[in-house]
T-cell receptor, first 110, second 114 residues
Framework: KQEVTQIPAALSVPEGENLVLNCSFT??????LQWFRQDHGKGLTSLLL?????REQTSGRLNASLDKSSGRSTLYIAASQPGDSATYLC?????????FGSGTKLNVKP | DTAVSQTPKYLVTQMGNDKSIKCEQN?????MYWYKQDSKKFLKIMFS???????INETVPNRFSPKSPDKAHLNLHINSLELGDSAVYFC?????????????FGEGSRLTVL
């Protein structure tokens, strides 16, 4: 059964720092991997989707990488801002299901 | 124009009652899901429908019954509510394409059982 792990569970950084969030998964037979952002009390907003044949995707200050063979993905956030404070979740898709990690709660201090 | 909308957003009710949550998507997606998010923020799939047909039914008590009248709607009915049912329930949808299929979520429905 697919298991998705995100480390660290929580992260606090000063504004302006570059940071990396990690996501690992146990079964490399995935169709895609998606990174989400969840603000407190809100739904999940899709940030980036990486197809299984791709190595990375970029959107603005965000860059997500995928290494299927090692079962890892990273989300790189450049020049972090207080508005980036949220919980970030990754999800992998295989066998008709999206499997979620438990998220990394990010706090960017002004 | 909201892509995935669910109602109500908040629901407070007594144990033993029956309640429903409705979900609609206007993205033209074939697949819709119900997820439960517990207090530790862990998201667990409950059900998935593909074009009105049930394709995933995780280990969920049969007090929970999904209904999909058409591929744009997936409702969740819960009978005999229990304290442990308190959670945030998210509806989501995705296109049929597995490779590029992106998951879109509603805002969530926070259920509190007293």
């Amino acid at each position: 059964k697919q298991e998705v792990t995100q480390i660290p569970a929580a992260l606090s950084v000063p504004e302006g720092e570059n940071l990396v969030l990690n996501c690992s998964f146990t079964d490399s037979a995935i169709y895609n991997l998606q990174w989400f952002r969840q603000d407190h009390g809100k739904g999940l907003t899709s940030l980036l989707l990486i197809q299984s044949s791709q190595r990375e995707q970029t959107s603005g200050r965000l860059n997500a990488s995928l290494d299927k063979s090692s079962g890892r993905s990273t989300l790189y956030i450049a020049a972090s801002q207080p508005g980036d404070s949220a919980t970030y979740l990754c999800a992998v898709y295989n066998f008709n299901k999206f499997y979620f990690g438990s998220g990394t709660k990010l706090n960017v201090k002004p | 124009d909201t892509a995935v909308s669910q109602t109500p957003k908040y629901l407070v009710t007594q144990m033993g009652n029956d309640k429903s949550i409705k979900c609609e998507q206007n993205l033209g997606h074939d697949t819709m899901y119900w997820y439960k998010q517990d207090s530790k923020k862990f998201l667990k799939i409950m059900f998935s429908y593909n074009n009105k047909e049930l394709i995933i039914n995780e280990t969920v008590p049969n007090r929970f019954s999904p209904k999909s009248p058409d591929k744009a709607h997936l409702n969740l009915h819960i009978n005999s509510l229990e304290l442990g049912d308190s959670a945030v329930y998210f509806c989501a949808s995705s296109p049929r394409d597995r490779v590029t299929g992106e998951l879109f979520f509603g805002e969530g429905s926070r259920l509190t059982v007293l």
